[in-house]
């Protein structure tokens, strides 16, 4: 018996003005609401229409489902794995500072069974495993390490987003590796990124198409204003302008999306991981 390798295909289903460090410190949750505009509600019958038949990964954010119930909603109903990809959208690295979070968004997560997490910017410490065991979780895919690897955290697995490494010997993959320049000084190049996609677009799909012919299972994120236009406006226009980086991860990749789509098979980490724990269990 062995696993079919496929595309693990997530959405960190977060708002746009998540990309931006300076909307960290917000609290107010109605401003918040106000930022967002509708958008993370009118997006997902769009998303959820251009996966079509095919099933994803979808982590959202808490406060998404604070204010559009339906979100999570639709996200079931059409068969997707609905994962916690945070409460609030900042850097969690820290322990106490995770743990509140996991806190805010408890009560829907026990409602929708949720399993999986993916922390925010792909960023998490070895402590944060034992608060997500302790919460439930049964995985995690919050680090950047090659394709086919699998970790056990404690309670939790860690499928990690993929890199291609490119030279470098190997090593214990302890969180946090997020995507960073000592990453790419150390060898691999996150290709499972969604900035990674906005940079070089269908040009990834030759490493994919590698990745698959080696037997590996890539893990790819996209976010929802990748997929569909969050609109032109003067905050998201100052907002780039004094973040210029961040235009990749604003690059339309629906294109992406589809062609994807119509080339490899994909699948839901959570179904991923079941299937592989199913086959250790039968050796």
Known sequence: MSLSPRVLLSIDYEPVF????????????????NLDAGFTLDAID???EQLGDSKAS?????????????????????GH?????????????????????LRASAVWCQQYGIRGYR???????????ELLGDAGF??????????????????????????????????EYIAPRDFSFNLLFGGEFPYGSSFSIG?????????????????????????????????????????????PLFLPFLRDKSFFLAELLRS???SPLGTYLEETLKIRTAR
């Open 18 to 33: 998540a990309l931006f460090r300076h909307y960290d410190k917000l609290t107010d949750h109605e401003q918040r609401r």
């Open 46 to 48: 769009p998303i959820l």
């Open 58 to 78: 979808i982590y959202l954010v808490g406060e998404i489902a604070g204010w559009y119930p339906e979100v999570p909603e639709k996200i079931v109903a059409a």
């Open 81 to 101: 794995e609905l994962g916690l990809h945070c409460h609030i959208h900042r850097p969690l690295i820290n322990v106490k500072e995770l743990a509140e979070d």
């Open 119 to 129: 922390a925010p910017m792909v960023g998490i410490s070895e402590s944060g495993y």
């Open 138 to 171: 049964l995985y995690s895919s919050s680090i950047y390490a090659p394709a086919g690897t699998l970790l056990q955290k404690g309670k939790v697995w860690e499928i990690p987003v993929s890199t291609l490494k490119l030279h470098g010997k190997n090593e």
């Open 199 to 243: 940079l070089m677009g269908r040009r990834l799909f030759k490493i994919i198409e590698q990745e698959l012919k080696r037997g590996l299972s890539p893990v790819i994120i996209l976010h929802p204003y990748e997929l569909v236009s969050p609109g032109i406006s003067s905050r998201l226009t100052r907002d780039l302008m004094r973040n």
């Open 264 to 266: 490899f098979p994909v």
